[in-house]
């Protein structure tokens, strides 16, 4: 799926409905899709499950505080396509909400490495044909400048594994102080936390049943990647004024199919 004013990074395909970021981190207003709003009405429903994106108005803070998030990412994933570790920047209220569709996948949360105790030893090594979202070049050395030439270690800290139709929230220091990224595989390797040195975090929580007799009776569970789209909500805590766009692309998640 893409639609025409979609963007596409190291072959996976971006959109973000809601609005643009101006270079002062101000959000252009756009109204969101109609799925989003209307039926099934995805953001007041993420509003009552969670209070992650109420704010606290301040000088600093123009965005509603209604405890609704304002902008949409919306990437697509086919199997072997993922994205390097990175973290989603300033501008945005430290939270974020994602919705899968499609494939499992799971998602992987890396730390920075300690300038006084780099443990873990080994660092990660951005690949040079990765191009993040939030940057307008496309080397190594400049999406380090991105993490403030902060070393990142190579083996992730934890792992979350995103079903079908699952929510998953990220807060608090997860979310300021850490990075997230997807691995380049077709294949996630799901193994309790005594067996792997990366846990599974969320693996009583699957409501997949068959997960859980395949990890006790084989030792691990072997999920095929295939085409995954993720809705990612976002609140952009500066919105300018009088600003909302005309919005554009009224099909499903604004993608047509390629």
């Given at each position: 799926m893409r639609s025409a004013d979609s963007q596409t990074y190291s072959g996976y395909h971006a959109?973000?409905?809601?609005?643009?970021?101006?270079?002062?981190?101000?959000?252009?207003?756009?109204?969101l899709p109609a799925y989003c709003t209307e039926f099934p009405n995805l953001v007041e429903r993420i509003a009552n499950t969670t209070d992650v994106f109420r704010v606290q108005s301040t000088a600093s803070t123009t965005s509603s505080s209604d405890g609704k998030p304002n902008q949409l990412l919306i990437n697509e994933y086919s199997a072997g396509q993922g994205i390097a570790p990175h973290e989603d920047g300033a501008a945005y209220?430290?939270?974020?909400?994602?919705?899968?569709?499609?494939?499992?996948?799971?998602?992987?949360?890396?730390?920075?490495?300690?300038?006084?105790?780099p443990s873990p030893p080994l660092t990660h090594t951005l690949r040079e044909d990765v191009k993040l979202p939030s940057s307008n070049t496309n080397t190594a050395d400049d999406a380090a400048k991105q993490h403030n030439g902060k070393a990142i270690a190579a083996v992730p800290l934890a792992r979350v594994f995103l079903e079908p139709r699952s929510l998953f929230i990220m807060t608090g220091s997860l979310y300021q102080s850490h990075l997230h990224g997807i691995s380049f595989s077709d294949t996630d390797i799901l193994?309790?936390?005594?067996?792997?040195?990366?846990?599974?975090?969320?693996?009583?929580?699957?409501?997949?049943?068959?997960?859980?007799?395949?990890?006790?009776?084989?030792?691990?569970?072997r999920s095929e990647r295939s085409s995954r789209v993720s809705l990612t909500f976002r609140k952009v805590e500066k919105v300018m004024k009088g600003g909302l766009g005309a919005g554009k692309g009224k099909g499903l998640f604004g993608l047509a199919k390629r």
């Open positions: 959109r973000i409905p809601g609005g643009t970021l101006t270079k002062n981190n101000i959000l252009i207003p756009e109204p209220h430290p939270a974020v909400a994602t919705i899968s569709l499609g494939s499992a996948q799971c998602i992987d949360i890396y730390q920075y490495l300690s300038e006084t105790d193994t309790p936390s005594f067996v792997s040195s990366v846990p599974i975090a969320n693996l009583p929580l699957l409501g997949n049943p068959e997960i859980s007799r395949t990890i006790e009776k084989e030792g691990s569970y």
